[in-house]
């Protein structure tokens, strides 16, 4: 079984839909997207999307970057949450 591991930004929509943009994008780069098409920016969560295609909030995708070693930092200890910043 392949390791888990954080493989873009996201934001999950109010009604559910996640939206996802290749890295380097970072949040506020998927909101751009989103307002420009039109999508409600309310209500949402920042996330990031794994390598099994679901859905991870900052603190989960925290714990799975970490443990990934994919934080460029030399974090020695996983932080309350993870930042698109940390990554890319």
Same mark, same amino acid.
Request: aromatic share 10%.
């Given at each position: 079984?392949?390791?888990l591991i954080v493989v873009a930004a996201a934001v999950l929509g109010s009604n559910g839909t996640m939206f996802a943009l290749k890295p380097p994008a !970072?949040?506020? +780069?998927? *909101?751009k997207f989103m307002a420009? !098409? %039109?999508?409600?920016?309310? %209500?949402?969560?920042? %996330? *990031? /999307?794994? =390598?099994? %295609? +679901?859905f991870a909030t900052r603190a989960i995708a925290a714990v799975v970057a970490f443990h990934a070693k994919q934080i460029l930092t030399k974090e +020695?200890?996983?932080?309350? +949450? /993870? *930042? =698109?910043?940390d990554l890319w």
């Amino acid at each position: 079984m392949a390791q888990l591991i954080v493989v873009a930004a996201a934001v999950l929509g109010s009604n559910g839909t996640m939206f996802a943009l290749k890295p380097p994008a !970072r949040h506020d +780069t998927i *909101f751009k997207f989103m307002a420009e !098409r %039109g999508e409600n920016c309310h %209500g949402t969560k920042q %996330g *990031f /999307l794994l =390598s099994d %295609g +679901t859905f991870a909030t900052r603190a989960i995708a925290a714990v799975v970057a970490f443990h990934a070693k994919q934080i460029l930092t030399k974090e +020695t200890e996983v932080p309350e +949450t /993870l *930042f =698109s910043e940390d990554l890319w």
